[in-house]
């Protein structure tokens, strides 16, 4: 790296005598803005302005805090500092959002903090803990920050703001991986954060979010027309093909969002908008914006290049992009990434999500509706690996909540389904996680654990995942583990799903906790009143707190979503290696009949 303009940059390097070089040890501070090269050619003039801006409170900001800026090409800032507090706070202060003028283009950056050894020469500056901090800098989320372990033990007492913990990451071109720890910087709180452990034991470090409001409202997403340029008949009809599949499409996720037609409705009560440009030249270029119209913030921005004669395909292509990026942005977080990142065609990739949301009502009867999806998204697409392993858990499912009138049979389906996935795609953290409960199932209880976890090893920075895990954990008899798990799970996703909350409140009764898990049924009862499970812990908490009243009450909602249920069925085939929890579940739901 070159560039520093620092006057006195050689003071904060000793030489090293033996190899003409200076040496010295550094908190390294590596920002990156998120976006940029698709940013850059759509709005030149605008981008550079806001780079150029960003650049200057950089270098007052880092020399407010005794550092040095290193190098500053394109939208890479490299600063280094004589301490990692120095160095936090310079990062705190740099992601602190702006406003922006006229004409600016809001830029948003990530930030990776390392210490270690950085050579100097001529102004050059190298190292691995350069390598190391920019690559931590790419695993950051948006307007956040990923330390290393030695970073976080180098910081004097405890941060300011939360830490929580990725786990280890394999970096690129970095022999051995890097203990991570993620920076909330969004309130005040204080941190409680904890060392890592070994790969595979991940726990979870941080407050957990405030539970009243659960579930929160669905996103309302404005979807307004796209600008036509370049040849305007030509983008004109493409954009207007474009709108119109996103929103036929949104309307498949009705459970999941809001979807508001600019063209046709009032604009009152959407909370984002999509939005974007069709230009049409030497090739059909596509750029697409979802904006929080709460404070005009760019959420996120991609761009799309196909040859002229493009048309279906292209905004079949462009469609699955955008409503991914709502989820992963606005609802499931990094586990719609690993859902929806293969290719696959539209007809497929709906029927599979029409799939998810039915299984996620959890009846009988929504367990075989989302099987039969499943297995249309198959048809489609037979190599389809999210739509086997989906097939493979509804199976699992039907085997423990009494569903399946040939347990053995179900099982035997699982195991088969669980074997096509990982024969087409081995590696798949899904298709793993399907493995680790069909093993369970089998009655390999330690080997099933082992296996979940190489799944979050995998994926540590996926909130359904690490959920699957605090579930077999809570199995395990592992409560307090279980607990943090599903703590840290609802953390990183930004709108949990039902069963997540759910999941917890059982775990926390288990645990003696009944006050605690009380609130969170009532919560998600509030918010999401046509979920079986919710209903069914809060019959239970009621029990135990002599609300017998309340319970039988609350066991009629039980009735009404799902006239078959029966308490014992719940248990049929429970996979706890205690099986007093289940056994007391039971007794509480008959009391309440």
């Keep these: 790296m070159s560039g520093g303009d620092t006057p006195n940059n050689q003071d904060l390097f000793e030489l090293d005598q033996d190899h003409g070089f200076n040496r010295a040890l550094k908190a390294v501070l590596v920002a990156d803005a998120a976006g940029f090269s698709r940013l850059l050619p759509e709005d030149p003039e605008g981008t550079i302005h806001s780079l150029n801006r960003h650049r200057e409170r950089m270098r007052e900001i880092v020399s407010a805090n005794r550092g040095l800026v290193a190098a500053l090409p394109g939208d890479f800032l490299l600063a280094l500092f004589g301490t990692s507090g120095d160095a936090l706070d310079a990062a705190v202060k740099f992601l602190k959002p702006i406003g922006y003028d006229p004409g600016q283009v809001a830029l948003n950056f990530r930030v990776g903090l390392h210490v270690g050894d950085v050579y100097e020469q001529s102004g050059d500056y190298l190292g691995v803990a350069i390598n190391i901090a920019s690559r931590l800098q790419g695993a950051a ?43 909330q910087i969004e309130g005040d709180a204080p941190a409680g954060d904890e060392p890592l452990e070994k790969p595979g034991t991940q726990e979870a470090v941080g407050p957990v979010r405030d539970l009243n409001g659960i579930p929160r409202d669905k996103p309302t997403i404005l979807i307004r027309p796209f600008r036509a340029a370049g040849d305007a008949t030509r983008a004109a009809v493409f954009a207007d093909g474009l709108c119109e599949e996103l929103i036929t499409t949104l309307s498949v996720f009705s459970d999941v969002f809001r979807s508001i037609d600019a063209m046709n409705q009032d604009h009152d009560g959407a909370t984002y908008e999509i939005t974007g440009q069709v230009r049409n030249g030497d090739r059909l270029r596509i750029t697409c914006h979802l904006i929080d119209r709460r404070d005009g913030q760019a959420i996120w921005s991609d761009r799309f290049d196909f040859r002229n004669d493009a048309s279906y395909d292209a905004q079949e292509r462009i469609t699955m ?37 039915s299984e996620a009502r959890y009846t009988s009867e929504s367990n075989r509706a989302a099987r039969d999806h499943f297995a249309a998204a198959l048809e489609l697409d037979p190599t389809f690996v999210p739509a086997i392993v989906a097939i493979g858990f509804s199976h699992l499912d039907s085997i423990r909540l009494g569903w399946t009138s040939d347990p053995k049979k179900s099982l035997g389906r699982a195991l088969r389904r669980a074997k096509m996935a990982r024969k087409i795609s081995r590696s798949d953290p899904y298709a793993t996680a399907l493995m680790a409960y069909v093993e369970r199932a089998q009655g390999n209880l330690d080997k099933s654990l082992e296996t979940m976890a190489k799944s979050i090893q995998a994926a540590p920075r996926n909130g359904e995942l690490l959920a699957y895990y605090a579930n077999m954990l809570w199995m395990h008899g592992e409560r307090d583990k279980a607990i943090k798990q599903y703590k840290r799970a609802l953390k990183i996703i930004p709108q949990p799903a039902s069963w997540m909350y759910t999941n917890l409140g059982l775990a926390l009764m288990s645990d003696g906790k009944t006050d605690d898990a009380l609130k969170i049924f009532l919560s998600v009862v509030a918010g999401d009143p046509d979920y079986l499970r919710a209903h069914i812990g809060l019959v239970i908490a009621q029990v135990r707190k002599g609300r017998i009243a309340e319970a039988r009450a609350s066991y009629q909602s039980i009735l009404a979503i799902d006239p078959a249920f029966r308490p014992e069925n719940w248990i049929a085939q429970s996979q706890f290696t205690d099986q007093r929890d289940t056994t007391q579940f039971a007794a509480d739901l008959k009391t309440a009949q």
Excluded: C
């Design 141 to 183: 989320p948006i307007g956040g920050i990923v330390m290393s372990q030695t970073f976080r033990d180098s910081l004097p007492g405890k941060p300011r703001f939360p830490l929580h913990k990725i786990g280890y990451l394999d970096l690129k071109n970095i022999d051995e991986p890097i203990g991570a720890f993620e920076m």
């Design 321 to 357: 992009a955008v409503i991914t990026a709502l989820q992963i942005k606005l609802t499931e977080g990094e586990s719609a990434q690993i859902w929806s990142g293969r290719n696959t065609s539209l007809a497929a990739w709906e029927q599979f999500h029409l799939g998810r949301m």
